[in-house]
């Protein structure tokens, strides 16, 4: 930091972004308010002035949109066009520490944008758009942000070898998690259609309800606990999670940080897929309606819970395929030794890091992340009152769900089936060519050429079918999920035919691999 405010550059930079803050929000606030001031009533000027804060705050959120990820991106990259990174690890130096050492040096940017938009933010304050202890708490909650912003960052910056392919792929990676972050405070708050009246903390990574979560309590097994306090849990445990992922790739060999982030993954992502199913457990059944008397075409109230909860772990599997399926998809000799292929499944290495340990791993976080939301949906916890329901009116909904019933293995499945198939498509790529990158490559192309690619051609040439799930979007692998209800039906159909995919890349990869195998041996 001394170093940096030495000369005169850092000053300029601070100053020009005083400056255009002050330009917009002078803007912003002239818009909301100006010379109709004096002339509106004061709940008016009230609620005019609460949306002056949100438009600080959203000015704000961009601000370390744009800046924070980019100095994560630099962070590692330039070590390796130094050609220093070696050498740093040529001593006693674990990679997690010099990571961490890396988040912290890119994080106090964070701080520097957070302390001089106080004033901005302080005026709202001094007019009564809001309280200091809310504004306290929303500046803890967009630091924490930042720090997600940064680590993001660094992980990209392990995985590229150039500043600009890093820089890319850190704002492309932020901005699939802003819109799965955003979709799933959209569909888990409860509240008129467009409000926030109260946010489910789980799902508050996104910095768009961060100014709603600061001043919120959500019940958990009887307690009132405040929504930030679980809001920054979950953004540590995001940023622990991609910490140990950026350690896995700088990581020589077979080292420990292969097995602690594979242990980890486990660990988190069974203990989200828990809590996102207690969470959400109220919000399925608002969507059911308050008696199970409610149909849905010709499923009955407790079969329309089967399908709720099945799209919803369909949903989440996907996003977590999208992540860990394309990195463990591939093998080949142009990278490290612990690439190279040495058998298809091997139960043994699980957690090393092989080739032969990449399908047991998949297979047990599969079935721990499915378990955990199964656990977790009969253990809901959340604002029951603004349901209009009871306690026991609660239990005895939730009681209706099976992880046994039809409706909702069909769910399970077919997002297994897509697993596989995608593993075997990138392993099919690299028997073919050993290269790591093809593998990796081909399977994330499964899922965007073969599963979202093609739901966003459906929704522009047959958008009105979109709901009934005829015409084309009876083709589409995922009609069940994004149709109407009574298309649960077609889920089985396509859970057989992508499982058929699945078998028949496994057959034709075993021939190819095995050869690989043995040219290796």
Request: aromatic share 14%; with cysteine.
């Amino acid at each position: 930091m001394r170093v940096q405010l030495r000369g005169s550059r850092a000053v300029v930079l601070f100053t020009i972004y005083l400056v255009v803050m002050t330009f917009v929000l002078l803007m912003i606030y002239d818009n909301s308010l100006g010379s109709a001031y004096g002339q509106t009533s004061l709940a008016t000027a009230q609620s005019r002035l609460q949306t002056f804060y949100y438009s600080t705050l959203a000015s704000l959120a961009i601000v370390i949109t744009l800046v924070a990820p980019s100095m994560g991106a630099f962070a590692i990259v330039s070590e390796k066009q130094r050609r220093s990174l070696d050498l740093v690890f040529s001593a006693p130096t674990e990679p997690k520490y010099y990571l961490v050492g890396k988040l912290i040096s890119s994080y106090r940017f964070v701080w520097l944008l957070l302390v001089l938009s106080l004033p901005f933010c302080a005026v709202s304050v001094t007019l009564g758009g809001t309280t200091w202890t809310q504004l306290l708490i929303t500046f803890i909650l967009y630091s924490m942000y930042g720090l997600v912003c940064v680590s993001f960052g660094l992980l990209m910056s392990t995985l590229c070898n150039k500043v600009l392919p890093a820089i890319i792929w850190t704002y492309a990676a932020l901005g699939c998690f802003l819109l799965v972050t955003g979709w799933l405070v959209a569909a888990s708050s409860f509240g008129p259609s467009g409000s926030f009246s109260q946010v489910n903390p789980v799902f508050s990574l996104n910095p768009v309800c961060y100014s709603f979560v600061a001043d919120q309590k959500w019940p958990v097994f009887g307690y009132e606990i405040p929504s930030w306090i679980l809001s920054i849990l979950m953004h540590l445990i995001v940023v622990k999670f991609v910490v140990l992922s950026a350690g896995s790739m700088i990581a020589p060999g077979n080292s420990k940080e292969i097995f602690g982030l594979r242990v980890h993954s486990l660990v988190y992502s069974s203990a989200i897929f828990l809590l996102v199913s207690m969470s959400m457990g109220p919000f399925l059944v608002s969507a059911m309606g308050s008696s199970l008397a409610t149909t849905f075409g010709s499923l009955s109230g407790a079969q329309g819970l089967q399908v709720l909860h099945g799209r919803t772990l369909f949903t989440m599997l996907f996003v977590l395929g999208i992540i860990v399926v394309p990195y463990l998809a591939g093998f080949g000799f142009n990278d490290l030794r612990r690439h190279r292929p040495d058998g298809l499944f091997n139960v043994r290495e699980t957690f090393t890091g092989r080739p032969s340990g990449h399908l047991p791993f998949l297979s047990l976080l599969f079935g721990l992340s499915t378990l955990a939301y199964c656990i977790g949906s009969k253990f809901p916890f959340g604002p029951t009152p603004l349901l209009g329901l009871s306690s026991s009116a609660m239990t005895t909904i939730v009681m209706e769900f099976s992880p046994f019933s039809p409706y909702f293995l069909m769910y399970v499945l077919l997002i297994f089936s897509i697993w596989l198939a995608a593993f075997f498509s990138g392993w099919y790529a690299s028997s073919k060519k050993p290269i790591l990158s093809r593998g990796r490559t081909i399977s994330l192309f499964f899922f965007v050429l073969g599963i979202i690619l093609p739901t966003a051609v459906f929704l522009i040439l047959a958008g009105d079918e979109s709901r009934t799930a005829t015409g084309v979007w009876s083709l589409n692998p995922i009609a069940g999920v994004l149709c109407d209800i009574h298309a649960a039906k077609m889920t089985g159909i396509h859970s057989v035919i992508v499982l058929c995919i699945a078998v028949l890349l496994i057959t034709i990869t075993i021939p190819q691999f095995n050869k690989q195998v043995s040219r290796n041996s």
